[in-house]
């Protein structure tokens, strides 16, 4: 089946570049028409998948001189950061074994290593680490005493919240410029989906780092927390398929026992668009019975529709709205829509403390504030 949404040279070429890290020794075909190499370059960047434009692309006589070495300067550049980040999370997971603090990497660097088998394939932001929702402040003391600060100050009752339900605690350093985001659980219950931390953390395993090992999410746990992820932003970004599909195919991973697990959590749906996309655009076949599973399911195509268009055109709306519609479809059955709706709205965030202040007696009011700000934030505008 030949890839969706590759009309445009542009288009094509960019699902190529994705496709390359399951299959690199395939050299893709010239893609038809001329491309607008500028429109090009900003897609693959948008997506984060420079480095392996490169890669596919390094060698092309026809593909213009400035053109690759563009790509290449992005490479390298992507290469630094990456032997950077890398140096850092090890540091980082040190230091807070040495204060007592298990702490397990999640995504990152060992993403790029189990997904492409190269650091510098992969393009990202920030350095992610799992660890106990009672770890938190252990872990939150080791990055403060190497000069992180907390984008965060909660309230005792706030953070007694926050840890239950989200538990994603940015930190940045303001000399490196470098960001940390410390998780207590890779799924937030709002998502309606129990994914224990306590497992992943028991179930990590060893993955080789910069010429040392840092202890990482299983390959199940993780291809099935990156699915998770990628739902959560529609799958905005190619590259957290690519990541997704190169994992699975790389690791050889049991995707019908994956999607079983997923199943009996309430994320069946979830791995199924999230193989759905694999199958389309990068040519992960599904195991049969997961197959007919997706076949069965009416819903995915236009939610996978959705989530491709993404990829070649920056969101014409606000991000938050249109996550929430697209993961309220993405919910099996009435009980679990209304459930992920009711936490949605009634469960509290930094959002709702920042519009109002309350003290920590009353903070069972947010309950009550929340619809309210929603429904003035997202509610129906009348024109002027």
Known sequence: MSPPDSARPEHALLLAAARSALRPAVRAEPPPGEVDWDAFLALAARNRLLPLAHRLLADRAEVPGTVRSRLRAAAADAGHRALARAGELRRLIGAMDAAGVRAVAYKGPALAVRAYG????????????????????????????????????????????FRRTDGDYPFHHPRTAAL??????????????????????????????????????????????????????????????????????????????????????????????ALLLARDALGLAPPPSTQRSISADATLAALAAEARALWFAAPAEDGTAANLRFNYRLREGAADRARYAARWLFTPSPEDWAWACLPDALSPLYRALRPLRLALRYGPRRGG
């Open 118 to 161: 190269d650091l510098a394939l992969r393009t990202y932001a920030d350095l992610d680490l799992l660890v106990a929702p009672e770890d938190v402040a252990g872990a939150a003391r080791v990055l403060e005493g190497r000069g992180y600060v907390s984008a965060h100050r909660f309230s005792p009752a706030q953070d007694a919240v």
């Open 180 to 273: 940390v985001e410390l998780h207590c659980h890779v799924s937030s219950a709002r998502f309606c989906v129990r994914l224990p931390t306590a497992q992943l953390i028991a179930r990590a395993r060893p993955v080789p780092i910069g010429g040392g090992q840092v202890p990482a999410l299983a390959d199940d746990d993780l291809f099935l927390a990156l699915c998770l992820h990628g739902a959560k932003h529609r799958w905005a970004r190619l590259e957290w398929l690519t990541a997704a599909a190169a994992l699975a195919l790389r690791a050889g991973l049991e995707l019908e026992a994956i999607h079983r697990r997923a199943s009996a959590i309430g994320a069946g749906r979830t791995v199924r668009l």
